[in-house]
């Protein structure tokens, strides 16, 4: 099983951007599935986003389309979001999360692999 050790969080102001990192314990290789859900006070995990590695696609939820990006680099066993123009209703924990097998989806179950989470705050 794959530890995942997720960081980069922080305060910001509206308008700023974080990058997020999610460090992996060995290889990713064989990883198909790279997400970020985050959770919010009183609320269940949400999806933000999810690459397949096997159909090429990332997908991400309505409301950060445009300004979250997704990306790995297998060579050092990591993948990161990239958050641009947060908003206040972005704040939350975000955790990084892999599937090894399977496709994306918005259930949290289906990850194995999950990091300890690191919290984003959007605010002025």
């Known amino acids: 099983q794959l530890q995942l050790e997720d960081s980069g969080g922080g305060l910001v102001q509206p308008g700023g951007s974080l990058r997020l990192s999610c460090a992996a314990s060995?290889?990713?290789?064989?990883?198909?599935?790279f997400a970020w859900f985050r959770q919010v006070p009183e609320k269940e995990y949400e999806l933000v986003g999810c690459l397949t590695v096997n159909t090429g696609t990332t997908d991400y939820r309505d409301s950060v389309k445009g300004r979250f990006t997704i990306s790995t680099d297998n060579a050092k066993n990591m993948f990161y979001l990239q958050m641009n123009s947060l908003r206040p209703e972005d704040t939350g924990v975000y955790y990084c999360?892999?599937?090894?097998?399977?496709?994306?989806?918005?259930?949290?179950?289906?990850?194995?692999?999950w990091g300890q989470g690191t919290q984003v705050t959007v605010s002025s």
């Open positions: 999360a892999v599937r090894r097998y399977g496709l994306c989806t918005s259930r949290p179950a289906a990850f194995g692999s």
């Open positions: 060995d290889s990713t290789a064989d990883v198909n599935a």
